[in-house]
């Protein structure tokens, strides 16, 4: 957020909650003291608050040129939220296809736009996945955090197809080994793991780089349905690139919504 505030943007502060994103608003000051930021808190493991935020921000916002999901649980074994989804899988996929479905008519008004989402080399880990699970609510697999990051990347190559034409990109970054707060519910060797890496692990302002470059450099004014990390075109795993699974994934995701009443079928129906 530094970055794009550095650039003159006018950028909305996302954060779970008013704490969280006054504080941060407070660090990109400090770099930047005419930073033009509005906040936006929102807890994105709740489709509810996703779903305010997008019309808050429709509400509020004469254009939104770029949208980038980065919100992210880690959970280790099954944890549901209060709305019944397990929590990795409600925040790190369902929130940001909510959200980009609901902000769908802004970024179309504001056009050229783009979506980028937040993905991780870890989703080349996975080897399968079962997206029936999406509709019962049952877990996606042992490690449901590197099959987010599948659906990451499934979810922009779909969208990046459904906007081909419309004015409106979608890409996913992979922003490295991030030293950040994701993984505080580590436990037992992972949290060791964890400590003794860090020295190791990406500055998150310079994890930014790649997501800042794909929301603003006219070098990738066209690219869609990328895969970038290190500011370059990556590769992915044959999984992520299988169209039947992600079109599968888009049905499912709208399905699970509209099931627990978190959207209505004429949203789903009516924004793509």
């Known amino acids: 957020m530094t970055q794009l505030a550095e650039g003159g943007a006018r950028v909305l502060v996302g954060a779970r909650n008013a704490e969280r994103g006054e504080a941060a608003a407070e660090r990109i ?23 305010s935020l997008a019309y808050d921000v429709m509400e509020t916002a004469p254009r939104l ?23 990795n899988f409600a925040t790190n996929h ?3 296809f909510l959200l980009t479905h609901l902000l769908l008519p802004l970024l179309h008004s504001s056009a050229p736009a783009r979506v980028v989402v937040i993905s991780s080399s870890v989703h080349a880990q996975v080897k399968m996945v079962d997206l029936n699970s999406v509709i019962t609510g049952a877990p996606l697999t042992p490690d449901s955090y590197r099959t987010s990051k599948l659906l990451n990347i499934l979810f922009v190559h779909e969208l990046a197809r ?3 034409g419309k004015g409106i990109t979608a890409n996913a970054a992979d922003p490295g080994f991030v030293r ?5 519910h580590a436990t037992g060797g992972r949290h060791v793991l964890l400590t003794l890496t860090r020295p190791m ?5 310079r994890a930014a780089a790649t997501p800042v470059y794909l929301a603003t450099s006219g070098d990738v004014a066209e690219a869609n349905g990328g ?5 370059q075109p990556a590769e992915v795993s044959e999984l992520a ?32």
Do not use: H
Not at 180 to 184: H, P
Not at 246 to 271: C, G, H, K, P
């Open 65 to 87: 040129d770029g949208l980038i999901l980065n919100a992210a649980e880690a959970r280790r074994g099954i944890v549901l939220t209060e709305e019944g989804i397990e929590t």
């Open 241 to 272: 690139k299988n169209p039947k699974l992600a079109r599968r994934l888009w049905a499912v995701s709208a399905q699970a919504l509209v099931n627990r009443r978190l959207a209505t079928l004429n949203e789903m129906i009516a924004f793509g």
């Open 180 to 184: 950040t707060n994701l993984g505080r």
């Open 162 to 164: 459904r906007l081909q």
């Open 29 to 51: 000051r400090s770099r930047v003291p005419d930073a033009d930021l509005v906040l936006a808190p929102a807890d994105l493991s709740l489709m509810t608050q996703a779903r």
């Open 227 to 231: 895969y970038y990390a290190g500011g």
């Open 201 to 205: 692990q990406v500055s998150p302002e």
């Open 94 to 96: 369902l929130a940001g």
